[in-house]
């Protein structure tokens, strides 16, 4: 069972994923009307962001267990 800081780490990785899925979801709809290329940089720049971030609390919370072991 997750406790103390890892509990917000969690929830914080929650809520920044679900604002990312609402994102992408409004995004898609906005492309379904464009008829032209358009060049996606937020999924350069944005979700990689989100990826590191995730390995990194990930690590911390892992860490922080075996510490505890």
Known sequence: MLKGANKYLCLFLLI?????????????EWLSYETEFIFRADLVIILPI???????V?????????KRS
């Open 16 to 28: 920044i994923w679900s604002t990312f899925i609402v994102w992408e979801i409004q995004v898609r």
């Open 50 to 56: 989100l990826i590191l971030l995730s390995l990194y």
């Open 58 to 66: 990930t690590y911390i919370i892992m860490n922080q267990k075996n």
